[in-house]
């Protein structure tokens, strides 16, 4: 499978927990996008990088939310002390660097409970 | 404010006829749409897009038309399948660069009748 995967897919987790998802993007992107999804809503944006840089974050993300891509390849997203209003689905997508188009492709998502 | 507006919660359609998925925007700053299509705990899937310089673009049984002067974008998907019943998103962006800046509607969930 050369798609976004996820890991984990499921996530249950007590309050004020620390969570950590992992994102391997489609081998030939260089870009990797977070995202966020509560029922009923879009995806909200929370933070891009260009191979490893971080170039956008958005105000969503806040100081307990950190995002790495450290050799450009796969990303993690962690949330410190978890509170419930954290729980969504987060999700990875990819894209590669095109002079035209912005299509992006999802993973299947990281379901986030917090309890 | 809502810059991507998917009016319709969600549609009911009769197998082998067609869909129509509206979607209306308020930044005349846009000039690329996608669609993606998410079925329950899946990650949203790509449909088709299209440019600001179209007003129509085509992929099988989907066609999506563009109407700037509206600000409006539909999605046609013909003849309905089972299968289509999910819910579909618009999204926009601005500028060829923006990938993260795209703006999403609150979807449509459709379903496609036997």
């Known amino acids: 499978d050369t798609g976004v995967s996820q890991d984990p897919r499921h996530k249950i987790t007590k309050r004020g927990q620390n969570v950590t998802f992992r994102c391997d993007p489609i081998s030939e992107h260089n870009r990797l996008y977070w995202y966020r999804q509560t029922l009923g809503q879009g995806p909200e944006f929370l933070t891009y990088f260009q191979n490893e840089a971080q170039l956008e974050k958005s105000r969503l993300l806040s100081d307990r939310f950190s995002a790495e891509r450290p050799k450009g390849s796969f990303s993690t997203l962690e949330i410190q002390r978890t509170e419930q209003g954290d729980s969504a689905m987060y999700l990875c997508?990819?894209?590669?660097?095109?002079?035209?188009?912005?299509?992006?492709?999802f993973g299947e998502g990281s379901w986030l409970t917090v309890v | 404010d809502q810059q991507v507006k998917q009016n319709s919660p969600s549609l009911s359609v009769q197998e082998g006829r067609i869909s129509i998925l509206n979607c209306d925007y308020t930044?005349?700053?846009?000039?690329?749409f996608l669609w993606y299509k998410k079925y329950p705990a899946e990650g949203p899937t790509f449909l088709i897009s299209i440019s600001s310089i179209k007003d129509k673009n085509e992929d099988g049984r989907f066609t999506v038309f563009l109407n700037k002067s509206a600000k409006h974008l539909s999605l046609h998907i013909v003849p309905s399948q089972p299968g289509d019943s999910a819910v579909y998103f618009c999204a926009a962006s601005a500028g060829m660069d923006s990938n993260y800046q795209l703006i999403w509607g609150a979807g449509t969930k459709l379903i496609i009748k036997p």
């Open positions: 997508a990819s894209s590669p660097t095109r002079d035209s188009g912005n299509t992006i492709y």
């Open positions: 930044n005349s700053m846009f000039d690329y």
